[in-house]
């Protein structure tokens, strides 16, 4: 089936750890996105993508990584730098450069700091 | 800077209502706008999108109709069933993100 797999579901971190949490699509879809949700805001965009090895800082990339090396995955570190990374982290992607195109979104990954 | 706003934060109602969700957006230059439906600790799951030139779709219990000049959307489900409790989120489309709202959250009871 088609789709966006994201993974680890849960996650935990200590203090001072970088994370890593995985975004797989096989819908053929050029760009990618990932969402930070919290209790009470709407979803804030991290980083996108809109084609393999280039990327672009959403709204709030202070204390994350991204890398776009493949057209089905988008991987997302969650660095020490970060203040506050406990949050919902959802991956989505769309087509490119299609601004009228409906956005596709994974089960989203749930990171909670020690 | 976009702004989206959704009216109310919460709704209870009984099954076999209809009912109305809110959307409300501060910048009319936008691509489109698409409703999600979200369950607890889950994604995002896509209902309905409207494109900036059409003034409504439709699929199923749900109608959702768009007011670009007035900056304003509404998401009309019919007679509502215990199955629809959940969180209702818009998003507008401007150049190349999308821009959320915080949400519904609708509880129908039964």
């Known amino acids: ?114 | 800077k976009q702004e989206v706003t959704q009216i109310p934060a919460a709704l209870s109602v009984p099954e076999g209502e209809n009912l109305v969700l809110n959307c409300s957006f501060t910048d009319s230059a936008i691509y489109n706008l698409q409703w999600f439906r979200q369950d607890p600790g889950k994604g995002l799951t896509s209902l309905l999108l409207i494109q900036s030139s059409q003034r409504e779709q439709t699929s199923g219990r749900l109608n959702a109709s768009l007011d670009k000049s007035s900056g304003r959307s509404t998401l009309y489900i019919a007679a509502s069933q215990p199955g629809d409790s959940a969180t209702y989120l818009c998003a507008v489309r401007g150049f190349q993100k999308l821009v959320f709202g915080t949400g519904t959250r609708l509880l129908v009871s039964p």
């Open chain 1, 1 to 114: 089936d088609g789709g966006i797999t994201q993974s680890p579901k849960y996650l935990f971190r200590k203090e001072g750890q970088n994370v890593t949490l995985s975004c797989e699509q096989n819908l053929n879809h050029d760009a990618m996105y990932w969402y930070r949700q919290d209790p009470g805001q709407g979803l804030r965009l991290i980083y996108y993508s809109q084609i393999v090895n280039d990327f672009q800082k959403g709204d709030i990339a202070e204390g994350y990584s991204v890398s776009r090396e493949k057209k089905e995955s988008f991987p997302l570190t969650v660095t020490s730098a970060q203040k506050n990374p406990t949050a919902f982290y959802l991956c989505a992607s769309g087509l490119r450069h299609r601004n009228t195109g409906e956005l596709f979104f994974g089960e989203g990954s749930r990171l909670t700091v020690l």
